[in-house]
């Protein structure tokens, strides 16, 4: 037995006892394994336990880090849950499944130009600044009808779901209630919230997507 094997588990323990007591289906559930920080290994042994979905917040990290395991696991999924800079738009959509950090209008005029040019097209989520913090990514709640009007008539985007990050202090419920809401409001399917520390509560409060890095890898 292998801790990542153990923890992967024990993470799909809970998700299943959280869901089963809030009166969902498990099964539409996804658990995003965060590996950033992690090793090739680590992914390894995630792999080998069953887990296919992972998400990075670094373009060049994760380029390194899953090339081999890609071409060796096909059915691989990908999310880029961190930042991304207009620059590294075209990589990161040759690279991912799934960008959850749709976060601006320079992003999206980027990533509109990357997907005609490399003719891949990555499910995309706005990522929501639902505590509006300053120093924080993510679209205002109150901006964020227009920036998806923006995303869809201005660049032709698909949209598919919102994400967000609640302020590290306090409890996160209002801020995953909040998404739930936008998400039901303008009809996205996907809504990802909930990390190591609170995601039952995301499950809770409707999360269809928790991002779960160290109770499955260990402490970065
Ligand atoms: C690192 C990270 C996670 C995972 O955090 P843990 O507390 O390790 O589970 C989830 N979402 C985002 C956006 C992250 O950057």
Redesign the pocket.
Known sequence: MNAIADNLRFVRKKIMQAALANGRDPSQIKLVA?S?GKTEADVEAAIAAGQLVF?E?RVQEAKAKFANLRAANPALELHL??PLQTNKADDAVRLFDVI?TLDRPSLAEALAKAIKKTGRVPRLYIEVNSGSEPQKAGVAPEDFGSFLDFCRDACGLAVNGV?C?PPQAGDPTPHFLRLKTLAEQYGLAHISMG???DFETAIRCGATEV?????IFGE?
């Open positions: 965060v950033k998400g917040n849950i961190g959850q994400m990050i990390m190591s520390a991002r779960v890095g160290s109770a970065r």
